[in-house]
């Protein structure tokens, strides 16, 4: 939630207004920290099936370029070919659209519905991965 939030502080800074007012921001924040438990599923799956610090900080480098193959620099409709399907099918493509719509939008509740479903989906498989692992490593 501090990471998100000092985002979000930074942004209002830069002159990003908020469509769904002051409520529309903590929901923003909310909804980013849950995507940033999710994700850290990945993290604690590969710490306890290697159990080797380099190998789960490493992570990061291969991560960083699936940044790049979403919606970040450039409206979907704007993408063509391989890259526009890599955006389709990269969850961070759609967290991105939901969490824009709530500054940008005001409350269009089918992207705020379809983040909500991409964290749940993400959150099941990464952390029942890291609870198959911790299951694994404890036995």
Excluded at 37 to 55: H, K, V
Excluded at 99 to 127: N, P
Aim: charged share 10%; aromatic share 12%; no cysteine.
């Amino acid at each position: 939630m501090a990471q998100a939030s000092i985002v979000l502080v930074v942004a209002v800074a830069a002159g990003l207004g908020f469509e769904t007012g002051v409520l529309g921001a903590i929901v923003m924040v909310v909804l980013a920290s849950f995507y940033g438990l999710a994700y850290s599923g990945i993290g604690f799956t590969m710490a306890l099936r290697t159990g080797n610090a380099q190998a789960t900080q490493s992570m990061a480098y291969l991560f960083l370029p699936f940044m790049f193959l979403t919606t970040m620099f450039a409206p979907k409709e704007e993408l063509s070919g391989w890259l526009s399907t890599a955006a389709t099918l990269n969850p961070m493509t759609y967290v991105l659209r939901g969490l824009r719509s709530l500054s940008m939008e005001g409350w269009d509740f089918s992207d705020i519905a379809v983040l909500i479903l991409t964290i749940a989906v993400w959150a099941s498989l990464s952390i029942g991965a890291a609870f198959l692992a911790l299951r694994r490593r404890v036995r």
